[in-house]
């Protein structure tokens, strides 16, 4: 029982304590007055008494004064036959009334109440500490229950595949397996075994916890939800027994789902750690692999589970049997974007003939959660503007917010700081719209936002799955104009530009050593990869090579950094005047649009 529990329970037995005793002493109280023995008998002599009343013990008297009726007087008397003998003729002779009060229930009850209280009391407390004692061994006895939530098939707000927008491959995948839940005879006759697991891997944000729920609520089963987490405790042999436990529940309730997010907090290389094969987290690996495809079988249940980090899984756990198929989640294309966007803005109030398709391929790289979050935050910004409707302004204001963080328009930045700023993204700016594979212009700004002093969004041509050698020194140019520009305009350099030269460096790097794209070091790749499975199989960098060749890599990397900077300095001193213009505006307006950035250009 808690330390605050047990104080609590001993004040309010206190409290009640006193309130009864109080409670008795008033009610047993009148207005009284005590009175010495010697008074009282110069009072009997000079005739002021009206009745004295003995208690039943004849230890105390109740006496009333002739001049003080409303009051009466307490009385010790200290030997009762002497009193008696001593009043005895002036009662006889009638100068005042004496009586003995009979021996009442509450006179006889009243001195045993605080005892009585204090017994119960003493009880209450007992049983409550016996009470918590079992309540805690409850616990402990459930301890090794699992935490799943369950959604029956009853659920009014179940989630359908009506309710996905964008994943239509995966969702057509997925179809086989909800018709096996509603018609399981059907695959049954034909004696095809279904896929008993699904593993569901994507970036985070790309629909998978979604997908498992759809996949529940159109094959109108129960879906058990839970996290890889719930499993692993601090106390060995928990985890295995909630696996026990799940399981037993999935099959008293099947054909159901279980769904298990981020299975890579329980399903992770054996065999690593300081437990060995003995850590609880292996443990509880073992039975779930046990459970999945063991000498425990289970019909009708289909066991999902997402994870962004498949590769760090066990390999028992990806093998046919266990999970069967793994569904890629990708970032959805701009088609796919679009259809996010128009469900998500479905129940919003949009203004009419907004053009979401344009909206699609400016956001090339966002997630569903993306474009949801966009959606929300535009719509914000409208209602904190006071508007009746959303309009495609508030989705760029959204759009970039969400890339780049909120403004910062209150923060003070001297002149200096900002000509540098304007100069540096003017340079980005200029520079690629020379480059021909290079993404255009969407907007520039030295309006700080989040961690940067300014930026220069660029508005994707096309959504891509591979980059070229081309684009990867184009983009290392375009990374490079802005250092460029603050060196030929200000005759200085800033740290500003920190962030672009370590993208910059990397790209070459991955040039030379990862992708083969080195004209002296021929296609090879250069370093090998360590996976340490117990900080979570991080690949980390290990040479294969010598030290003449590590001179060779840091040569053509740099060569490559070196040759992008000189081409984006002759960009520059050929467009002089035209970075001048851009850095005007920008200094005047703060933000350059695409189209005012194009006409400056064309001018």
Same mark, same amino acid.
Request: net charge neutral.
């Given at each position: 029982?808690?330390?605050?529990?047990?104080?609590?329970?001993?004040?309010?037995?206190?409290?009640?304590?006193?309130?009864?005793?109080?409670?008795?002493?008033?009610?047993?109280?009148?207005?009284?007055?005590?009175?010495?023995?010697?008074?009282?008998?110069?009072?009997?002599?000079?005739? $002021?008494?009206?009745?004295?009343?003995?208690?039943?013990?004849?230890?105390?008297?109740?006496?009333?004064?002739?001049?003080?009726?409303?009051?009466?007087?307490?009385?010790? !008397?200290?030997?009762?036959?002497?009193?008696?003998?001593?009043?005895?003729?002036?009662?006889?002779?009638?100068?005042?009334?004496?009586?003995?009060?009979?021996?009442? +229930?509450? @006179?006889?009850? +009243?001195?045993?109440?605080?005892?009585?209280?204090?017994?119960?009391?003493?009880?209450?407390?007992?049983?409550?500490?016996?009470?918590?004692?079992?309540?805690?061994?409850?616990?402990?006895?459930?301890?090794?229950?699992?935490?799943?939530?369950?959604?029956?098939?009853?659920?009014?707000?179940?989630?359908?595949?009506?309710?996905?927008?964008?994943?239509?491959?995966?969702?057509?995948?997925?179809?086989?397996?909800?018709?096996?839940?509603?018609? %399981?005879?059907?695959?049954?006759?034909?004696?095809? =075994?279904?896929?008993?697991?699904?593993?569901?891997?994507?970036?985070?944000?790309?629909?998978?916890?979604?997908?498992?729920?759809?996949?529940?609520?159109?094959?109108?089963?129960?879906?058990?939800?839970?996290?890889?987490?719930?499993?692993?405790?601090?106390?060995?042999?928990?985890?295995?027994?909630?696996? =026990?436990?799940?399981?037993? @529940?999935?099959?008293?309730?099947?054909?159901?789902?279980?769904?298990?997010?981020? !299975?890579?907090?329980?399903?992770?290389?054996?065999?690593?750690?300081?437990?060995?094969?003995?850590?609880? /987290?292996?443990?509880?690996?073992?039975?779930?692999?046990?459970?999945?495809?063991?000498?425990?079988?289970?019909?009708?249940?289909?066991?999902?589970?997402?994870?962004?980090?498949?590769?760090?899984?066990?390999?028992?756990?990806? =093998?046919?049997?266990?999970?069967? /198929?793994?569904?890629?989640?990708?970032?959805?294309?701009?088609?796919?974007?679009?259809?996010?966007?128009?469900?998500?803005?479905?129940?919003?109030?949009?203004?009419?003939?907004?053009?979401?398709?344009?909206?699609?391929?400016?956001?090339?790289?966002?997630?569903?959660?993306?474009?949801?979050?966009?959606?929300?935050?535009?719509?914000?910004?409208?209602?904190?503007?006071?508007?009746?409707?959303? #309009? $495609?302004?508030?989705?760029?204001?959204?759009?970039?917010?969400?890339?780049?963080?909120?403004?910062?328009?209150?923060?003070?930045?001297?002149?200096?700081?900002?000509?540098?700023?304007?100069?540096?993204?003017?340079?980005?700016?200029?520079?690629?719209?020379?480059? %021909?594979?290079?993404?255009?212009?969407?907007?520039?700004?030295?309006?700080?936002?989040?961690?940067?002093?300014?930026?220069?969004?660029?508005?994707?041509?096309?959504?891509?799955?591979? =980059?070229?050698?081309?684009?990867?020194? @184009?983009?290392?140019? *375009?990374?490079?104009?802005?250092?460029?520009?603050?060196?030929?305009?200000?005759?200085?350099?800033?740290?500003?530009?920190?962030? #672009?030269?370590?993208?910059?460096?990397?790209? +070459?790097?991955?040039?030379?050593?990862?992708?083969?794209? *080195? @004209?002296?070091?021929? %296609?090879?790749?250069?370093?090998?990869?360590?996976?340490?499975?117990?900080?979570?199989?991080?690949?980390?960098?290990?040479?294969?090579?010598?030290?003449?060749?590590?001179?060779?890599?840091?040569?053509?990397?740099?060569?490559?950094? $070196?040759?992008?900077?000189?081409?984006?300095?002759?960009?520059?001193?050929?467009?002089?005047?035209?970075?001048?213009?851009?850095?005007?505006?920008?200094?005047?307006?703060?933000?350059?649009?695409?189209?005012?950035?194009?006409?400056?250009?064309?001018?």
């Amino acid at each position: 029982m808690k330390k605050k529990g047990i104080i609590g329970t001993l004040l309010t037995y206190v409290l009640i304590i006193g309130i009864a005793m109080y409670m008795i002493s008033m009610l047993s109280s009148v207005k009284t007055k005590e009175m010495s023995y010697t008074e009282l008998m110069q009072k009997i002599e000079d005739q $002021s008494v009206t009745n004295i009343k003995l208690s039943n013990d004849r230890q105390t008297a109740e006496v009333i004064l002739k001049d003080e009726a409303d009051i009466t007087r307490i009385v010790k !008397i200290p030997a009762t036959n002497s009193f008696m003998e001593t009043v005895q003729s002036k009662v006889t002779a009638g100068e005042f009334e004496l009586t003995v009060a009979d021996e009442s +229930a509450w @006179e006889a009850l +009243a001195p045993l109440i605080p005892n009585l209280l204090l017994l119960v009391g003493t009880l209450l407390i007992f049983i409550y500490m016996i009470r918590k004692t079992t309540d805690g061994n409850s616990k402990a006895m459930n301890f090794g229950k699992n935490r799943a939530k369950m959604i029956s098939k009853d659920d009014k707000k179940k989630i359908t595949f009506d309710q996905v927008a964008g994943l239509k491959e995966e969702k057509e995948e997925l179809e086989e397996e909800v018709e096996f839940l509603k018609n %399981p005879k059907k695959y049954q006759d034909m004696g095809a =075994r279904i896929p008993k697991g699904i593993l569901l891997v994507g970036r985070p944000g790309t629909g998978k916890t979604l997908l498992a729920k759809a996949v529940a609520g159109e094959a109108n089963v129960p879906f058990f939800s839970i996290s890889g987490s719930d499993f692993v405790e601090m106390f060995v042999g928990v985890g295995a027994s909630r696996v =026990r436990d799940l399981f037993a @529940e999935a099959k008293a309730n099947s054909p159901c789902i279980v769904f298990i997010d981020e !299975i890579d907090a329980v399903g992770r290389h054996r065999g690593a750690g300081v437990g060995g094969g003995h850590d609880e /987290r292996e443990q509880t690996l073992n039975q779930l692999l046990v459970e999945m495809d063991g000498f425990a079988t289970h019909e009708s249940i289909i066991v999902m589970a997402a994870t962004n980090r498949p590769d760090i899984l066990d390999p028992a756990l990806l =093998r046919p049997g266990r999970f069967d /198929r793994q569904i890629v989640v990708g970032v959805p294309d701009v088609a796919a974007r679009e259809e996010i966007l128009k469900l998500h803005a479905k129940n919003k109030p949009f203004v009419k003939g907004i053009d979401f398709k344009v909206i699609a391929k400016n956001t090339a790289g966002f997630t569903g959660a993306d474009l949801e979050n966009m959606i929300n935050e535009a719509t914000l910004l409208a209602a904190r503007k006071n508007k009746k409707n959303v #309009d $495609s302004l508030d989705v760029e204001e959204a759009m970039v917010k969400v890339m780049m963080g909120p403004e910062k328009k209150s923060k003070v930045i001297s002149d200096k700081e900002r000509k540098l700023t304007a100069y540096h993204e003017a340079g980005h700016a200029v520079v690629s719209k020379f480059l %021909p594979t290079h993404d255009t212009v969407h907007q520039i700004s030295i309006i700080p936002r989040g961690m940067a002093g300014g930026y220069t969004m660029y508005k994707p041509n096309e959504d891509k799955s591979y =980059r070229s050698k081309s684009e990867m020194k @184009e983009h290392i140019v *375009s990374l490079l104009g802005g250092r460029v520009a603050e060196q030929l305009v200000l005759d200085d350099i800033s740290t500003g530009a920190s962030n #672009d030269i370590e993208r910059a460096s990397k790209i +070459a790097r991955d040039m030379v050593t990862k992708y083969g794209m *080195s @004209e002296k070091l021929g %296609p090879i790749t250069f370093g090998s990869t360590q996976e340490e499975v117990f900080l979570g199989k991080e690949m980390n960098s290990q040479r294969n090579y010598s030290e003449k060749v590590a001179a060779q890599i840091d040569e053509e990397v740099k060569d490559i950094i $070196s040759r992008a900077y000189n081409f984006a300095e002759r960009i520059l001193k050929e467009n002089i005047d035209k970075l001048h213009k851009i850095a005007e505006i920008l200094l005047e307006k703060e933000k350059v649009t695409s189209e005012e950035f194009e006409a400056v250009m064309d001018s």
